[in-house]
């Protein structure tokens, strides 16, 4: 949600809480958000749905290299492999669980803030499903969580779509997002 379906700017501010829940500027400030990959709605094929932001000085202490409930990542991505288990924490959900049910998906994903509609076509996307009986492995407000392999904590995948009822979870691999923005996950090196 960094880049707001294409709305935001190159320089805007980025800030955690966001403002959906209760997040002010300037005093929750923590990066500015960098170029991004605009979402293409003519049709044309998308394989990212991402945008990063620069946090500041490596000396901050307001962002974390870890995340809540799995910790430390490694910082070597490795690629999605059908029935991997998976995890995430995500704004909306907290920590969940799925399984890696697809690994070439092609989806048309709906955007819209209710004054418009819009859909990007995406190739080649991961699709996750929950683990258990009960709940979701995301909802809306985990777009960007970080998909990580159940046991080793590899990055695999980048969270940003999901079906309206639930099923399905859709993300970017994690490979292609890092090669695009010529960057790599803070971690520890196995």
């Not at 300037?26 to 500015?32: C, G, H, K």
């Not at 995500?90 to 690994?103: A, K, L, P, Y």
């Not at 995406?122 to 960007?144: C, L, R």
């Not at 904590?153 to 940003?160: C, M, Q, T």
Request: hydrophobic fraction near 35%.
């Amino acid at each position: 949600m960094l880049a707001n379906s294409n709305a935001a700017r190159e320089g805007d501010p980025v800030i955690q809480p966001g403002s959906a829940d209760g997040g002010t500027l300037p005093d929750d400030r923590i990066a500015t958000l960098e170029p991004y990959q605009e979402i293409n709605f003519t049709g044309r094929s998308n394989d990212i749905d991402a945008a990063i932001a620069l946090v500041g000085d490596c000396n901050q202490d307001v962002v974390s290299p870890e995340i809540i409930d799995i910790g430390r990542l490694n910082s070597t991505p490795r690629t999605a492999m059908e029935g991997q288990t998976v995890r995430k924490y995500g704004r909306t959900t907290g920590h969940t669980t799925g399984v890696v049910s697809d690994i070439s998906g092609d989806f048309w994903v709906n955007y819209g803030d209710g004054t418009q509609n819009l859909r990007a076509w995406f190739e080649n996307q991961i699709v996750v499903k929950n683990k258990g009986s009960s709940g979701f492995f995301s909802q809306s407000g985990d777009s960007g969580s970080l998909i990580v392999d159940a046991e080793t904590r590899d990055p695999v995948a980048l969270l940003f779509a999901g079906s309206e009822d639930g099923e399905i979870t859709i993300a970017n691999p994690i490979k292609l997002v890092l090669q695009h923005y010529g960057v790599t996950v803070v971690g520890q090196e196995e």
